[in-house]
């Protein structure tokens, strides 16, 4: 792979997680689902699903769009790094009334929830954009690059 071609990939993966990162940021902002916090039963509400498993599928779906072969890898890290901040603030802010922390443990394994619907995501972008996952030869689907 060429020196451009790299760069090329590298730009395109900066932007997709960029996007990716950015969809995330503003759709917590707007649903507010609250994964860090607990609330009671009312916790698993349809911001927190939306949150949880829609929102990062579409990401998912994006990101392996914009990047190609291998955006269902590159999905999984958006997620992460926004839980990660949204972490970071819950527990670096005073608590809501009737909030307590979300133990690590559950916090972790909805973290897992959220990454696995991004590459899930990221799965099904790939095959609307490069139509990876079937029975047709490889070097039918990806034509090298003639250089002149």
Same mark, same amino acid.
């Given at each position: 792979?060429?020196?451009?071609?790299?760069?090329?990939?590298?730009?395109?993966?900066?932007?997709?997680?960029?996007?990716?990162?950015?969809?995330?940021?503003f759709g917590d902002v707007l649903?507010?689902?609250?994964?860090?916090?607990?609330?009671?039963?009312? =916790?698993?509400?349809?911001?927190?699903?939306?949150?949880?498993?829609?929102?990062?599928?579409?990401?998912?779906?994006?990101?392996? =769009?914009?990047?190609?072969?291998?955006?269902?890898?590159?999905?999984v890290f958006p997620p992460l790094v926004v839980r990660?901040?949204?972490? =970071?603030?819950?527990?670096?802010?005073?608590?809501?009334?009737?909030?307590?922390?979300?133990?690590?443990?559950?916090?972790?394994?909805?973290?897992?929830?959220?990454?696995?619907?991004?590459?899930?995501?990221?799965?099904?972008?790939?095959?609307?954009?490069?139509?990876? =996952?079937?029975?047709?030869?490889?070097?039918?689907?990806?034509?090298?690059?003639?250089?002149?």
């Amino acid at each position: 792979m060429s020196n451009q071609a790299q760069n090329d990939r590298l730009l395109k993966g900066f932007i997709a997680f960029g996007i990716a990162a950015a969809i995330l940021h503003f759709g917590d902002v707007l649903l507010d689902p609250h994964i860090e916090l607990f609330n009671g039963i009312a =916790y698993f509400s349809f911001a927190w699903i939306t949150a949880v498993f829609i929102l990062p599928f579409i990401t998912g779906v994006i990101v392996a =769009y914009v990047f190609g072969g291998g955006g269902k890898w590159l999905a999984v890290f958006p997620p992460l790094v926004v839980r990660l901040m949204a972490l =970071y603030q819950v527990i670096n802010s005073p608590l809501p009334d009737h909030m307590s922390r979300e133990p690590m443990g559950w916090w972790g394994f909805f973290l897992i929830l959220i990454m696995e619907s991004a590459m899930i995501g990221g799965v099904v972008g790939e095959v609307v954009n490069k139509r990876t =996952y079937g029975r047709r030869d490889k070097n039918t689907l990806y034509k090298k690059k003639q250089t002149p």
